[in-house]
């Protein structure tokens, strides 16, 4: 039984590289066994493949409690509310909605994909953010508990300076403003709105030690917090009756990936968040918060249609003979030197294109690249992706 079958996490990203579903599905088949896929939000390839009898299909139509219903599911356009001066963080129909909550001593969830304390920091001068000297990426602003300051992290190489001593690599000013939020700054936010609440905040950082994540899991189901801020970590699974209100932030961030996949994720993540919410006898309020509220993925998530994601997920994906209709692989060329990657580049286009020229046609194989890959420098080794 592979539960949350979608789940990006069951492909490994590491050597050596495979996907569980696969290796269950081929012990599955060696052995005779069923295999069980369950979700919520299938991923798209699994329900193409059941629509087309390669899987069965088996719907549950309701809710594993009888009494509970569907949350009832809210947009909340941030543009008016900026506008409102309720700030970019935390939207005044949900800052209503958690103390009406509070005041029936019920819960509260808030689900905000991205740690730290800002996205990065933007330089006063040339406007460009603080980036990692190993990787071209923005750096992460966070807080530091115990020293009370503020340092810039790189998310992919862990190379860290204070903030005080940050410099912009372009102009050399030392005047930044901060780009964006993240979880620490959400903490913060709520300690000032919602003084007399507890809160509870579970993301990389907050979970780092053994059994941290279950410690915080089991202290908000004792109701020793009303609020639980996190990433997608607590997006599923969890189950608290007492939860009433959800409230999804930054759901634009989410969409704006460089993945075929992100619209997919996008609607899981949401869809699956907004599940947290009502699972008890009292009913349950969602508050999808974004930029851009008119998307139509929003509408279908506040739906909780899946179908009718799919049929525009399949129809695009079909367009552009992405999986399921094609198989998707990356090649990706590393080295430390930039001049020799380029060449090493050209080496491996003409391999390449020389092998594919003898393959079947019924392939119908494509070739994209040379093209320096959505991160182009990790780690200081620079980096080119064959598609």
């Known amino acids: 039984i592979i539960d949350e079958e979608h789940d990006g996490s069951y492909k490994s990203e590491s050597h050596p590289r495979y996907s569980a579903k696969d290796i269950a599905r081929m012990?599955?088949?060696?052995?005779?066994?069923?295999?069980?896929?369950?979700?919520?939000?299938?991923?798209?390839?699994?329900?193409?493949?059941?629509?087309?009898?390669?899987?069965?299909?088996?719907?549950?139509?309701?809710?594993?409690?009888?009494?509970?219903k569907l949350p009832e599911i809210v947009p909340v356009n941030m543009k008016e509310q900026v506008k409102l001066g309720s700030g970019d963080i935390l939207s005044i129909p949900l800052?209503?909605?958690?103390?009406?909550?509070?005041?029936?001593?019920?819960?509260?969830?808030?689900f905000l994909n991205r740690r730290g304390y800002a996205r990065t920091l933007v330089c006063n001068d040339c406007g460009r953010p603080i980036s990692c000297v190993n990787c071209s990426v923005g750096m992460t602003l966070h807080n530091s508990k115990r020293t009370g300051s503020q340092s810039l992290i790189c998310h992919y190489c862990g190379y860290m300076i204070p903030s005080v001593e940050a410099r912009c690599c372009f102009c050399g000013c030392s005047h930044f403003t901060k780009a964006g939020f993240g979880t620490q700054q959400l903490e913060d936010l709520l300690k000032t709105v919602f003084p007399h609440e507890k809160v509870l905040r579970m993301d990389q950082d907050t979970t780092i030690s053994p059994g941290a994540h279950r410690e915080i899991i089991e202290r908000f189901s004792r109701k020793e917090a009303s609020?639980?801020?996190?990433?997608?970590?607590?997006?599923?699974g969890l189950d608290f009756p007492d939860c009433t209100v959800v409230g999804i932030l930054g759901a634009d961030l989410m969409i704006a990936a460089s993945s075929y996949r992100a619209s997919e994720r996008a609607f899981q993540l949401i869809t699956q968040a907004a599940g947290r919410a009502g699972r008890g006898d009292d009913p349950g309020k969602v508050f999808i918060q974004s930029f851009n509220p008119?998307?139509?993925?929003?509408?279908?998530?506040c739906t909780q249609d899946y179908r009718a994601f799919y049929e525009t997920e399949i129809a695009y994906r079909e367009k552009l003979s992405l999986p399921p209709f094609k198989a998707i692989g990356e090649i990706v060329l590393s080295l430390e030197d930039e001049t020799s990657l380029q060449e090493r580049g050209r080496d491996l286009y003409r391999y390449l294109s020389d092998f594919l020229s003898y393959q079947d046609d019924s392939y119908c194989f494509e070739l994209y690249g040379p093209v320096p890959s959505v991160i182009y420098e990790l780690r200081g080794r620079f980096r080119l992706s064959f598609i």
């Open 27 to 68: 012990r599955a088949n060696q052995n005779g066994a069923a295999l069980v896929l369950g979700s919520a939000t299938p991923s798209i390839e699994s329900f193409y493949a059941a629509n087309k009898k390669v899987y069965d299909l088996i719907e549950l139509k309701s809710r594993a409690r009888t009494s509970a």
């Open 294 to 301: 008119d998307n139509p993925l929003f509408r279908y998530a």
């Open 95 to 110: 800052r209503q909605a958690m103390a009406v909550a509070f005041s029936q001593n019920k819960q509260v969830l808030l």
């Open 227 to 236: 609020i639980l801020i996190g990433t997608q970590m607590i997006a599923k």
